[in-house]
């Protein structure tokens, strides 16, 4: 018993021991009451998640510096930062923070200045369309021919909107009204080390086909097109550059198109380029040009001329002819009418030969009647030359109207798959060829009385300017008509027609197709006006 005791008050004083041990352990709140209760176990999982979620924002932050980094990186592969949207948002307070850093820390900005100019995107150039003053004309002259010539060349060319530069072979006389008119003049470069083989051509063709080349080497700035044409060449430059925007000038580009005649085509090639009809060159494909074509010329020494040459160097570059047929070669003789009367769907872009055809309008030179063409082209060159054709009903008569040029009335009715071809009022190139030896198909000029047209040439045009409408105005061409028995309406009463026209600058924007026509009523008998514009839902040319 007296053991027991003892035990027992030895397990109290035990207790007591451990009592006095742990209570000052105990977390109290500002009252003094305890926070934890029960044993020293319990606050160590609370520690745990404290330690835990410590390291995670650790983590959290370290990821994050890293992505930061990478991203600092790769900075040369984005477009856009936010640093950037930011300056451009907020140029001024930008401009403020970047000097407050560089007064504190000069060196170190001048570092990241380093930093930046390695690191900064180049930002991509803003797309525009190609303007007249991208393109450079490379033009071929003869010293011989200048005095004549060089008039062709002032009625469409404009010192202060375009670039260019007559190439020559010789000195010739340059007044001070050359000067203010016409490009600068340049002598082409001795040829005499180039082999010339071929007994019917002229060696001069060796220098005509380094024209591009020698332009090239010119440096000029910001040029996307060198455009080839002769000093007989004219061009509708507004139309041009419809045409060179479809392509991208970053590409190699080979654009322009054939001659008329069948055998000047198989003689020379299909896939060449008549320069005198004018072709367009990209700007990396004349450099590619202008480092190979020195050699490529020595390998063709029995070539003919500058073209074949050309053709031959970019068919070793690989390029083909991307065809425009808006450039016109006219290896024909006599008159135009028939061709220009029916010109295909496409912009209007040049002539060529014009010394040996008959001027476009009658009764005038050459020179005047070009720049006759020149006023509607001023007003709607998109349009200048496109056929529409329609139907007088009421009198039986077939009108195939081709804008800024001429009109024509047949007695009946023609369906426009026929009236679309290019009557043959002209002649091939080889005299003694026959209408087959044409590249495209053609009708003949009719010998019925009764079915020749009246023509009528456009003598005046305008702008009204509260309708925003073209006016024309064409004459009867004064030729003797032959007697016709067919009882029908006679048009040898009309004197003039009268054309409205909106002007359509998106024309060639659109998939191409003609412009309708419609024969509107007048009280005027001796007068005929006609609407001219884009065909509207459900019009056709229809019989």
């Not at 507004?238 to 054939?258: A, F, M, P």
């Not at 380029?273 to 490529?296: E, T, V």
């Not at 412009?515 to 001796?526: L, Q």
Request: proline share 6%; charged share 25%; aromatic share 12%.
């Amino acid at each position: 018993m007296q053991n027991k005791s003892k035990f027992l008050r030895m397990k109290e004083s035990k207790k007591d021991s451990e009592k006095e041990v742990w209570d000052p352990i105990q977390i109290r709140s500002s009252s003094g009451n305890p926070l934890v209760h029960g044993s020293s176990s319990r606050p160590i999982p609370k520690l745990m998640v404290w330690l835990i979620l410590f390291v995670s924002f650790i983590y959290v932050i370290y990821t994050l510096k890293l992505l930061a980094s990478s991203a600092e990186d790769s900075y040369d592969d984005i477009p856009f930062t936010s640093s950037l949207h930011r300056s451009l948002l907020n140029p001024n307070r930008t401009a403020e923070m970047t000097k407050e850093k560089a007064s504190l820390h000069p060196h170190r900005d001048a570092r990241e200045k380093q930093v930046g100019l390695l690191r900064m995107p180049k930002a991509p150039p803003r797309w525009r369309p190609t303007e007249i003053h991208d393109v450079v004309f490379g033009i071929a002259a003869s010293s011989k021919l200048w005095k004549k010539r060089k008039e062709y060349i002032k009625i469409w060319y404009k010192p202060d909107r375009m670039r260019g530069v007559v190439w020559l072979d010789n000195r010739v006389k340059y007044s001070a009204e050359d000067n203010r008119t016409l490009p600068p003049v340049r002598f082409s470069s001795d040829t005499s080390k180039f082999q010339y083989t071929n007994s019917q051509g002229h060696r001069s063709a060796i220098r005509i086909s380094r024209i591009v080349t020698e332009t090239l080497s010119m440096k000029m700035d910001n040029v996307r097109w060198f455009v080839m044409g002769d000093d007989d060449t004219v061009f509708i430059t507004e139309n041009l550059i419809r045409v060179l925007r479809k392509y991208d000038h970053t590409q190699y580009y080979y654009i322009g198109s054939l001659s008329e005649s069948h055998i000047q085509n198989i003689f020379f090639s299909y896939s060449m380029a008549y320069g005198g009809g004018g072709f367009a060159i990209s700007y990396p494909l004349a450099k590619a040009l202008s480092k190979m074509q020195d050699r490529c010329i020595q390998r063709y020494p029995g070539l003919y001329g500058s073209d074949d040459r050309m053709q031959a160097c970019m068919a070793e570059l690989g390029v083909p002819l991307t065809k425009e047929l808006g450039f016109h070669q006219y290896d024909v003789y006599g008159n135009l009418f028939g061709l220009l009367a029916a010109h295909p769907v496409t912009p209007l872009v040049s002539l060529h030969h014009l010394d040996v055809v008959e001027p476009i309008y009658p009764n005038v030179t050459r020179v005047q009647a070009l720049n006759h063409l020149m006023l509607p082209a001023k007003l709607d060159s998109a349009g200048i030359m496109q056929q529409s054709i329609c139907y007088d009903k009421t009198r039986s008569w077939t009108i195939s109207v081709s804008w800024g040029f001429t009109i024509q009335v047949f007695r009946g009715i023609f369906s426009p798959r026929e009236i679309e071809m290019p009557s043959r009022t002209f002649l091939n190139w080889y005299k003694r060829a026959d209408y087959t030896a044409y590249s495209f198909n053609t009708r003949p000029v009719s010998r019925n009385p009764c079915q020749k047209p009246f023509v009528f040439y456009m003598s005046s045009v305008g702008m009204h300017s509260k309708l925003n409408t073209t006016v024309s105005k064409y004459d009867r061409h004064r030729v003797p008509h032959p007697p016709c028995r067919w009882k029908m309406a006679d048009p040898n009463n009309l004197q003039m027609v009268i054309v409205y026209k909106k002007p359509d600058p998106n024309l060639w924007n659109r998939s191409p197709r003609r412009n309708c026509c419609r024969v509107m009523k007048t009280k005027e008998p001796r007068t005929m006006e006609v609407d001219v514009g884009v065909c509207k839902e459900g019009e056709f040319s229809e019989i």
